[in-house]
């Protein structure tokens, strides 16, 4: 067995959890089932799903199974969002049902759990396949229901979004198989801004330029194309070089646009138009800008400071230290959008310092309007 990357309760508290995950990933995988991986559009997603099919790649060779049916039996697919959609969980089980006669193994990692993906779980799960998750996002009870096997740091006493999916993904990993994934969750781990280990610059670059290749890799991305970058260091170097050149021009515009506003309460509050900055493709991604905008905003700031980003049909919450141990939460105040109104709502989460909420067309304002009242109505120096 090799060594935990971390030792705390926490990571203790989630062995179990692992095993019992690991278990039916290996299962699957000696059984010659067909298994996908489908993985959030970000570093940390890849690296859990690196670090998964790194692991059942190397039982399958320990097995003797031909390269050929290797590749028909493992798949992977980038999910470009935190839903598992209904129309993703039909072509999963259109793909797997392709590949073999067995029993399907699906395996989502850092997403998957939240109340909206509970029709994709459905279908999937009528559809007989297997289903594991590994997420680090707070899980909908009636979605851990439809799950086989939740390893998520929730479910452990004192465990949180910190313990990201790459991380945790890179544990289960290492019981499917003895592989070596640490620096793959080193990454996952810069990539979440986890406080679990302090990032160092090469970390941080790798985490960006897989952010960069998720969002710009044609046709799409896969984790092939995600391990490729990583054992190549002159296209790491050249995607990270041409993923801070984009972040530079959008985060110049964004600073133009900025709002700063000193509220009664104590609170700063930058609000950022995200929807009227222009950008050529899809990276960065709005959740992008918004950090990097944030992250120069709470630069030396003492004083708790959240960011209200404002996309189309969309806002976004980002909370600097200051303000989390004021008591910011953003999920709770998203949850009390909700419930205030919830017809203009379609989905939210996220993290304490980092969460969005999405609005039905036009509706985008109401929503924008309201969170920035909820900033207004927060206690000097508590949530
Ligand atoms: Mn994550």
């Given at each position: 067995?090799l060594?935990?990357?971390l030792?705390?309760?926490v ?5 179990a959890?692992?095993r019992?995950?690991?278990e ?12 996908l ?14 670090s ?6 190397a039982?399958?060779?320990?097995g ?6 290797s ?14 959609e ?8 259109l ?11 699906v395996?989502?990692?850092?997403f ?9 779980l ?5 559809e ?17 229901r ?17 313990y990201?999916?790459g991380?945790?993904s890179?544990?289960?990993a290492?019981k ?12 996952a ?6 406080r679990?280990?302090?990032?160092t ?5 790798k ?24 054992s ?6 050249e995607a ?22 000193e509220l009664?309460?104590?609170?700063v509050?930058?609000i950022l138009d995200?929807?009227?900055l222009?950008?050529t493709g899809?990276f960065?991604r ?6 990097v905008v944030?992250?120069?905003?709470s630069?030396g ?7 209200l980003?404002?996309?189309?049909d ?6 600097n ?11 709770k105040?998203i ?6 109104l919830?017809?203009a ?6 993290h ?8 039905k ?23």
């Amino acid at each position: 067995m090799l060594a935990r990357l971390l030792s705390d309760p926490v990571m203790k508290g989630l062995e179990a959890l692992e095993r019992a995950a690991a278990e039916k990933v290996a299962r699957a995988a000696r059984e010659r089932r067909p298994v996908l991986i489908r993985f959030n559009n970000d570093a940390d997603g890849v690296c859990a799903g690196l670090s998964v099919r790194r692991a059942v790649s190397a039982l399958l060779e320990s097995g003797n199974v031909p390269r050929d049916e290797s590749r028909r039996l493992l798949k992977d697919y980038q999910n470009n969002g935190a839903v598992y959609e209904t129309g993703s969980a039909s072509g999963d089980v259109l793909l797997l049902r392709g590949a073999s006669e067995k029993r399907p193994l699906v395996i989502l990692v850092d997403f998957g759990a939240n109340a909206e993906s509970v029709p994709g779980l459905a279908v999937a799960r009528n559809e007989g396949c297997e289903i594991v998750v590994i997420d680090h996002h707070p899980h909908a009870p009636e979605a851990a229901r439809l799950i086989d096997a939740l390893v998520s740091p929730w479910l452990v006493e004192g465990g949180g979004s910190d313990y990201s999916a790459g991380l945790v993904s890179g544990e289960v990993a290492k019981k499917i198989y003895p592989v070596d994934v640490e620096e793959l969750q080193r990454i996952a781990l810069a990539g979440d801004k986890s406080r679990l280990i302090p990032p160092t610059p090469g970390l941080l670059k790798k985490a960006l330029a897989l952010d960069y290749l998720c969002d710009t890799a044609q046709p799409r991305n896969s984790l092939a194309k995600c391990e490729a970058l990583l054992s190549d260091p002159a296209k790491l170097a050249e995607a990270h070089s041409q993923a801070a050149e984009k972040i530079g021009a959008v985060a110049a515009q964004a600073k133009g646009n900025a709002k700063v506003r000193e509220l009664q309460n104590g609170y700063v509050v930058v609000i950022l138009d995200i929807a009227r900055l222009k950008r050529t493709g899809r990276f960065p991604r709005d959740g992008k800008i918004a950090t990097v905008v944030h992250d120069s905003f709470s630069a030396g700031e003492k004083r708790p400071l959240v960011t209200l980003g404002k996309a189309k049909d969309a806002a976004s919450f980002r909370a600097n230290a200051a303000a989390r141990a004021a008591g910011f939460s953003a999920p709770k105040i998203i949850d009390e959008l909700k419930r205030e109104l919830p017809d203009a709502i379609t989905a939210g989460g996220g993290h304490d310092a980092a969460a969005s909420v999405h609005a039905k067309k036009g509706l985008g304002k109401i929503v924008f309007d309201e969170a920035y009242k909820k900033l207004e109505a927060l206690k000097a120096g508590g949530g």
